[in-house]
């Protein structure tokens, strides 16, 4: 009997937390819209010829839990973070190709360098920024010309601390 009664309370107390982890999990995605985890920014892998890009046309919040930031990050139809058509571009514009901080990480779109390269030098720049190392740039410069990009203006933006490494290396193998 005491055995069953321990049971039985043991089982009570299982649920109790069960239902009430369920009940702050989904209370807090009700009240707190923007912690939702399925509207956090998120990339699509790539392969050996495609970059690690955006899901495309798609909207998404990047946020940081620290509250350093809160911004929108909107993709266009090839998968980068820039309202142009690459398919408009003309050889007169410029091509920013870079890392996360290049994309504009934890900054809204209009306060980019390449936003503000544009505003500077009156011309169109597209930027080709995606979370990836140097060797990820020439599979981002492929892939935007074959989606009609007229590249002769090239901007490379190299992060010391991130794209730099022994590429001797990689070139002996």
């Known amino acids: 009997m005491k055995l069953k009664r321990l049971t039985l309370n043991g089982l009570l107390v299982a649920v109790s937390l069960a239902v009430s982890a369920a009940g702050?999990?989904?209370?807090?995605?009700?009240?707190?819209?923007?912690?939702?985890?399925?509207?956090?920014?998120?990339?699509?892998?790539?392969?050996?010829?495609?970059?690690?890009?955006?899901?495309?046309?798609?909207?998404?919040r990047q946020i940081k839990n620290t509250g350093d930031f809160n911004v929108q990050v909107n993709f266009n139809k090839y998968g980068f973070r820039d309202s142009k058509d690459l398919a408009t571009s003309s050889p007169q514009d410029y091509f920013l190709v870079g890392d996360s901080l290049s994309f504009?990480?934890?900054?809204?779109?209009?306060?980019?360098?390449s936003d503000l390269f544009q505003t500077a030098l009156k011309r169109k720049v597209f930027n080709l920024c995606i979370p990836g190392d140097i060797d990820e740039f020439e599979k981002v410069l492929d892939y935007a010309e074959k989606n009609g990009a007229k590249v002769t203006h090239l901007l490379l933006a190299i992060s010391m601390a991130f794209n730099l490494k022994d590429y001797e290396k990689n070139a002996e193998e």
């Open 24 to 60: 702050v999990e989904y209370g807090t995605r009700l009240l707190f819209p923007a912690l939702t985890p399925s509207g956090h920014l998120r990339f699509v892998a790539g392969s050996d010829t495609m970059p690690a890009l955006g899901p495309r046309n798609a909207q998404f």
């Open 104 to 113: 504009g990480w934890g900054v809204k779109e209009s306060e980019r360098y």
